[in-house]
């Protein structure tokens, strides 16, 4: 059942690509919360995937954006205030890519080159859109923005390989302005600790099934889809949560709290 808890309420979502994206699942569960959205992706993703179906499906615009753009982020900050004729009230930054897990890179082998690039694009393109939008100062009082991390930045996963610095980097930047947007625009800032999801970012994982294997045993609710964090990050953008900041919100089935479970033992 959809409740319209977002009615009136405007904003952009980042990243998604197709059905199995958390971007995808977001931006629908935005539409029919009464919500109204701009998708935005790298023009290259936009051409890989199957976002114009989105697009058409939400009747909402696309305007391609490379998050690692200054330049590019404030044209598409620009087009969507000038869409909505006003300010925004929420923005998901669901961005993430490793160029060394893609090209299969052992952690203790990685080319800095490829990691810096994966850096920009996972972390510090936060950190770009933050600024952007916090100089342009576009976002109504109460508004909510959201990253997507996951519990690598806090816990060894092996072959999560350097992408864990990247979440790290990209929850301390959630902190960090998240201060100033609150304290000067009334802004929240908050990252949402995903359980491990099969999406086209996660493929690229070295043992994702043994992950989600894992994490499913470990999880005293289990994982939580891709469709229960879409309905998890339209209560973060609601007037719910409006004194909601700087925190990293585990939305992992219970797996963070966990030391070991019965199952795990049992299978041991």
Not at 96 to 105: D, I, L, T, W
Not at 131 to 136: A, F, I, N, T
Not at 234 to 243: A, G, Q
């Amino acid at each position: 059942m959809s409740y319209k808890i977002l009615e009136g309420k405007k904003g952009i979502v980042f990243g998604a690509l197709d059905k199995n994206s958390i971007a995808w699942k977001t931006a629908e569960a935005i539409s029919d919360s009464g919500g109204k959205i701009v998708l935005t992706n790298a023009p290259i993703a936009i051409r890989m995937g199957n976002i114009n179906e989105l697009s058409k499906k939400l009747d909402c615009p696309i305007f391609p954006a490379d998050a690692t753009s200054v330049s590019d982020l404030q044209d598409l900050i620009d087009k969507s205030v000038e869409h909505f004729n006003g300010k925004i009230d929420f923005v998901l930054h669901s961005i993430g890519m490793s160029v060394n897990v893609r090209k299969g890179k052992e952690y203790t082998d990685l080319n800095y080159d490829w990691l810096k690039k994966g850096w920009d694009i996972s972390a510090v393109s936060f950190h770009k859109l933050l600024q952007v939008l916090y100089k342009s100062n576009v976002m109504n009082k109460w508004g909510s923005i959201i990253a997507l991390t996951y519990i690598a930045a806090q816990r060894t996963f092996p072959n999560y390989n350097d992408m864990a610095e990247n979440k790290a980097y990209l929850e301390s930047i959630a902190r960090s302005f998240g201060y100033f947007f609150g304290k000067n625009q009334s802004v929240r800032v908050n990252t949402i600790s995903q359980s491990p999801t099969l999406t086209k970012a996660g493929e690229g994982v070295k043992g994702l099934e043994g992950f989600l294997k894992y994490s499913e045993k470990m999880s005293p609710l289990g994982n939580a889809t891709a469709e229960d964090c879409a309905n998890y990050t339209v209560m973060m953008f609601s007037d719910y949560t409006k004194k909601v900041s700087l925190q990293n919100l585990y939305h992992d089935g219970g797996f963070s709290n966990v030391g070991v479970s019965q199952e795990i033992i049992d299978s041991i």
